[in-house]
């Protein structure tokens, strides 16, 4: 179990991404129950499996082999050049205590669960845009998590909506809850959720700085400060209990932005909100011990910690000439 004294340290150049795969950015990254690794990212292979040692082993997700793209208008109204494959805009990956793949596409309005071997076993969503903030599924989701219990489903609704929607294990909706807001129980960008004990829900709610938790029917049960939380990933039970949440740094604009010390780093919690350890340095940037713009996490059974970085999105677009930045580490635990 990490405590206080656990040590983490990088692992520089963990994936080994072989020439002809243009990752552009890590976008979300799961682990299996064998400890593969599955990134969701925005180049021309969507789904990229990696075994342990950062290997290569599979990839899928993509039917065009002339590497055609498309352009379109991303969550932030910026017109961007993307490859022409399953998906619109990949942004969040899960895989359930079953093994499926689950597989959000916030542009494109869907979420897709999959075997590991990409063949489409449910889509929910008809793939066009609800209006904006009318609590109807979708507006640009974001996450999606599954009870190992009742194969309920929980989607955080987020980019143009403030809304947690509860489905049963067919897709159909059960509940929604959730307005925007910055008061208990109201949203401020629900960016990504997890469960505890099956028993409660825990939602990023990125913009308003905070970690909601709730119980699976939407009852607000107690929050805590996280700047920027993005990503959530829980291990443990009970009181061994342990929270990996990523914080991303001031947004573009902000005076703050690469300021040391603020965001970009992971932060582990029991689950009642103390915080526990802490990884990533002070200072922003691609050093190896430094993040760029986390996004998603995922724990192996080792308890090493990748992470994926929205990292050309929020900086790589911004450099002179534009680049492709690091956006996929792996920790480990010393």
């Known amino acids: 179990m990490i405590t206080e004294n656990s040590e983490f340290k990088p692992v520089e150049y963990?994936?080994?991404?072989?020439?002809?795969?243009?990752?552009?950015?890590?976008?979300?990254?799961?682990?299996?129950?064998?400890?593969?690794?599955?990134?969701?990212?925005?180049?021309?292979?969507?789904?990229?499996?990696?075994?342990?040692?950062g290997n290569l082993i599979n990839m899928w997700g993509n039917d065009n082999t002339d590497n055609e793209i498309r352009i379109i208008t991303d969550s932030y109204g910026n017109t961007m050049q993307f490859w022409k494959t399953w998906f619109i805009r990949p942004h969040a990956i899960t895989i359930d205590h079953e093994e499926n793949i689950w597989l959000v596409d916030d542009s494109g309005n869907q979420i897709h669960k999959m075997t590991k071997s990409g063949k489409t076993l449910l889509t929910i969503g008809t793939g066009e845009e609800a209006p904006a903030q009318s609590g109807k599924m979708f507006n640009r989701p974001t996450d999606v998590?599954?009870?190992?219990?009742?194969?309920?489903?929980?989607?955080?609704?987020?980019?143009?909506?403030?809304?947690?929607?509860?489905?049963?294990?067919?897709?159909?909706?059960?509940?929604?809850?959730?307005?925007?807001?910055?008061?208990?129980g109201e949203f401020n960008l629900p960016h990504n959720l997890a469960l505890i004990d099956d028993e409660e829900i825990i939602v990023c709610d990125r913009?308003?700085?905070?970690?909601?938790?709730?119980?699976?029917?939407?009852?607000?049960l107690r929050q805590w400060f996280v700047h920027?939380?993005?990503?959530?990933?829980?291990?443990g039970k009970g009181e061994n209990v342990r929270i990996f949440i990523a914080e991303q740094g001031p947004t573009t604009g902000s005076?703050?932005?690469?300021?040391?010390?603020?965001?970009?780093?992971i932060g582990i919690y029991d689950r009642y909100g103390k915080?526990?350890?802490?990884?990533?340095?002070?200072?922003?940037?691609?050093?190896?011990?430094?993040?760029?713009w986390p996004h998603s996490l995922a724990i192996d059974s080792y308890g090493s910690i990748y992470i994926a970085e929205v990292s050309y999105v929020e900086w790589g677009k911004y450099q002179n000439p534009k680049k492709e930045m690091i956006s996929l580490r792996k920790w480990i635990v010393t």
């Open 14 to 53: 963990w994936a080994k991404i072989p020439h002809g795969i243009w990752l552009r950015e890590a976008t979300s990254v799961a682990v299996d129950k064998e400890d593969n690794v599955y990134v969701f990212n925005r180049g021309n292979q969507p789904v990229l499996i990696f075994d342990t040692n």
């Open 145 to 184: 998590a599954v009870s190992k219990t009742n194969n309920e489903i929980f989607i955080s609704d987020g980019y143009g909506n403030s809304r947690i929607h509860k489905l049963d294990k067919k897709g159909n909706l059960i509940k929604s809850w959730g307005r925007p807001g910055t008061d208990p």
């Open 207 to 220: 913009e308003s700085n905070r970690i909601q938790i709730f119980d699976t029917e939407g009852n607000f």
């Open 228 to 235: 920027k939380a993005v990503a959530v990933e829980v291990v």
């Open 255 to 265: 005076p703050q932005r690469g300021v040391d010390n603020i965001g970009n780093r």
């Open 275 to 292: 915080r526990i350890n802490r990884i990533g340095s002070e200072k922003f940037g691609e050093h190896p011990d430094g993040f760029l």
